[in-house]
């Protein structure tokens, strides 16, 4: 079973920072992208950020792009969003995400088989 479990959600004045981490099994870890995914109220779950296998390539939704950054440390078994510059808008529960690839450099956009439990982020203005 794989099982993904978020943490560093939180309360946060707007401009500020916060670092999502999601951890996970080392079976899990090795050949599969991650992603980060959100979803606020009465809105549709959107992909935010995603990272390959490898840790080489990344994608980064346009809305945060030049905000927030994703990252991966293979021998931790674990992946981070750092969030910076933060605004009211970024306010939902995001969603670490796993898809397990035969391309070490793929990184999905959509269709993620495994999920977490979610955390929440909420901006204040």
């Known amino acids: 079973q794989v099982q993904l479990v978020e943490s560093g959600g939180g309360l946060v004045q707007a401009g500020g920072s916060l670092r999502l981490s999601c951890a996970t099994s080392?079976?899990?870890?090795?050949?599969?992208?991650m992603g980060w995914f959100r979803q606020a109220p009465g809105k549709e779950r959107e992909f935010v950020a995603g990272?390959?296998?490898?840790?080489?390539?990344?994608n980064i939704a346009d809305s945060v792009k030049g905000r927030f950054t994703i990252s991966r440390d293979n021998t931790k078994n674990t992946q981070y969003l750092q969030m910076n510059n933060l605004k009211p808008e970024d306010t939902a529960v995001y969603y670490c995400?796993?898809?397990?690839?035969?391309?070490?450099?793929?990184?999905?956009?959509?269709?993620?088989?495994?999920w977490g439990q979610g955390t929440q982020v909420t901006v204040s203005s």
């Open positions: 080392r079976r899990t870890f090795s050949r599969y992208a």
């Open positions: 995400a796993a898809e397990p690839v035969i391309n070490s450099n793929s990184v999905p956009l959509s269709g993620y088989d495994y």
């Open positions: 990272i390959s296998w490898s840790g080489g390539y990344t």
